[in-house]
């Protein structure tokens, strides 16, 4: 998502306070969010945040509704204790702060996630759903770890990997028709490659008029005319994650 232009057309610095339903617990040497099911279950989602990072409201709110369909689920801080980009940050200087904090170097973190669900929450079913800097690692995971069931990438894709079509397992990409940091052209190459090389069940869907970030807001701020695609999208990721774990 590194992009010269401003990659959030929402305001992100006037979000309103939300409660949480979860909590916040260490996993091994990653802080992470974690909500529960009022049910015992053995399947669990790991949720990763966008630029904003772990503590971010929107990324808590969807780690709840995640949550409150079935499944334990997880957000752990991927920065490791690194500054989240902020509203008052610069664009100018987004390429060095990503500089050390690559979507594609999440793998030992990951792999402690894993373990923490398979053996603390009895987890045997475990996907992973991610947003925008989020996205771009749930699509690397998609490619790496094979214990992922399922992942659903919200704008957010590997753009200089040999192999990013070659997914391990069901992968649906979620994308904003507006957003000016992946092209209309750049989702139609990715829908031509997967047909090309892909062998495993994968969807893309473009959301009408939807700017990037649009699917995390919480209910409170999402305008009349964008909250149809954002449930319709929210509602998506749901049913793809309800058939494949």
């Given at each position: 998502?590194?992009?010269?232009?401003?990659?959030?057309?929402?305001?992100?610095?006037?979000?309103?306070?939300?409660?949480?339903?979860?909590?916040?617990?260490?996993?091994?040497?990653?802080?992470?969010?974690?909500?529960?099911?009022?049910?015992?279950?053995?399947?669990?989602?790991?949720?990763?945040?966008?630029?904003?990072?772990?503590?971010?409201?929107?990324?808590?709110?969807?780690?709840?509704?995640?949550?409150?369909?079935?499944?334990?689920?997880?957000?752990?801080?991927?920065?490791?204790?690194?500054?989240?980009?902020?509203?008052?940050?610069?664009?100018?200087?987004?390429?060095?702060?990503?500089?050390d904090r690559e979507p594609t170097k999440v793998d030992r973190e990951a792999d402690v996630v894993l373990k923490y669900l398979k053996e603390q929450c009895?987890?045997?079913?475990?996907?992973?759903?991610?947003?925008?800097?989020?996205?771009?690692?749930?699509?690397?995971?998609?490619?790496?770890?094979?214990?992922?069931?399922?992942?659903?990438?919200?704008?957010?894709?590997?753009?200089?990997?040999?192999?990013?079509?070659?997914?391990?397992?069901?992968?649906?990409?979620?994308?904003?028709?507006?957003?000016?940091?992946?092209?209309?052209?750049?989702?139609?190459?990715?829908?031509?490659?997967?047909?090309?090389?892909?062998?495993?069940?994968?969807?893309?869907?473009?959301?009408?008029?939807?700017?990037?970030?649009?699917?995390?807001?919480?209910?409170?701020?999402?305008?009349?005319?964008?909250?149809?695609?954002?449930?319709?999208?929210?509602?998506?990721?749901?049913?793809?994650?309800?058939?494949?774990?």
């Open positions: 998502m590194a992009s010269d232009a401003v990659p959030f057309l929402y305001d992100t610095g006037k979000r309103t306070n939300y409660v949480n339903l979860g909590h916040e617990q260490q996993v091994e040497h990653i802080k992470a969010y974690v909500c529960k099911p009022s049910f015992d279950t053995d399947k669990a989602v790991m949720v990763i945040h966008d630029i904003y990072g772990w503590q971010f409201p929107d990324i808590r709110y969807i780690t709840d509704l995640v949550a409150a369909a079935g499944y334990v689920a997880i957000c752990p801080d991927f920065f490791m204790g690194k500054k989240p980009w902020t509203s008052a940050d610069h664009w100018a200087n987004f390429r060095d702060w990503l500089k009895n987890a045997k079913k475990i996907g992973v759903v991610g947003f925008s800097w989020g996205g771009m690692a749930v699509h690397h995971l998609m490619l790496k770890n094979p214990e992922l069931k399922t992942g659903v990438s919200h704008y957010g894709i590997i753009r200089d990997s040999d192999d990013r079509y070659n997914l391990l397992n069901s992968t649906f990409f979620i994308f904003g028709e507006k957003d000016h940091t992946i092209s209309h052209d750049q989702v139609i190459l990715l829908e031509e490659k997967l047909k090309q090389y892909c062998q495993v069940e994968y969807r893309i869907k473009v959301y009408p008029g939807q700017v990037h970030g649009f699917a995390e807001l919480k209910p409170e701020d999402m305008k009349p005319r964008d909250k149809p695609y954002i449930e319709e999208a929210r509602k998506d990721m749901m049913n793809w994650l309800k058939t494949h774990i």
